[in-house]
């Protein structure tokens, strides 16, 4: 079955940097990949999503790329802000499945 | 903008017991779907229920796991003999679509 890798699991960030976590998958038949960020006492929140006829998406500051080829897909955030802080989960399904795989999180501690 | 509520945010119990997990789903919404993550794993999916009924589980969903949609709002996990290894957070999603899904804020569980 699927198997999402996620990094790094920690990773700090000067306030207005940019923040890139990247993760790979290893079923060439996902073909949907969605992010998840999840704030202290809530649930993961979906904040962007790239379908695999897709390179690349751009929402704000976010930004994910998928290399298909490679199975690897990354979430870029520009200009990082205090509220960016939290865990970060990246996941993939493929058509056919209801189940979405994710990854084993990454925690963003933005720095002031 | 509609959300995933869940009830309770914790629930302690004892081993044997059964307990009963309940979500709201957003309101036009099609799919639902129950995950766990165990503290410092990832996020495992359990079980999908559309059309009122099972879609699709996992191997962890074993007979001690039933859902069920009783009144076309809530959505119920119900864990029916507790194991100490149930201990997780439990999150519902829901989707008007297969793929996209929308957690919850998630119930702690704690088994002793």
């Known amino acids: 079955g699927e198997n999402v890798e996620q990094h790094p699991s920690t990773l700090s960030v000067q306030e207005g940097d940019s923040a890139v976590i990247k993760c790979t998958y290893s079923?060439?038949?996902?073909?949907?990949f969605p992010w998840y960020k999840q704030e202290l006492g809530k649930g993961p929140q979906l904040i962007i999503d790239?379908?695999?006829?897709?390179g690349e998406k751009k929402d704000q500051r976010i930004a994910v790329t998928l290399n298909k080829t490679a199975k690897h897909f990354s979430l870029h955030i520009t200009e990082t802000q205090p509220e960016d802080s939290a865990v970060y989960f990246c996941?993939?399904?493929?058509?056919?499945?209801?189940?979405?795989?994710f990854g084993k999180g990454t925690r963003l501690h933005i720095l002031p | 903008e509609p959300e995933v509520t869940q009830t309770p945010s914790h629930q302690v119990t004892q081993m044997g017991q059964e307990v009963i997990l309940r979500c709201v789903p957003i309101?036009?919404?099609?799919?639902f779907y129950w995950y766990r993550q165990i503290l410092g794993q990832k996020v495992e999916f359990l079980v999908s229920?559309?059309?009122?009924?099972?879609?699709?589980k996992s191997e962890i969903f074993d007979d001690q796991f039933s859902v069920e949609r009783p009144d076309g709002s809530n959505f119920t996990l119900k864990i029916r003999s507790t194991k100490l290894e149930d201990s997780a957070m439990y999150f519902c999603?829901?989707?008007?679509?297969?793929?996209?899904?929308?957690f919850g804020p998630g119930t702690r569980l704690l088994v002793l």
């Open positions: 790239i379908r695999s006829n897709v």
């Open positions: 229920f559309y059309n009122n009924e099972i879609s699709e």
């Open positions: 309101s036009n919404h099609l799919y």
């Open positions: 996941a993939a399904s493929k058509d056919g499945d209801d189940k979405i795989i």
């Open positions: 999603a829901s989707g008007w679509a297969r793929e996209t899904q929308y």
């Open positions: 079923d060439s038949a996902s073909n949907y």
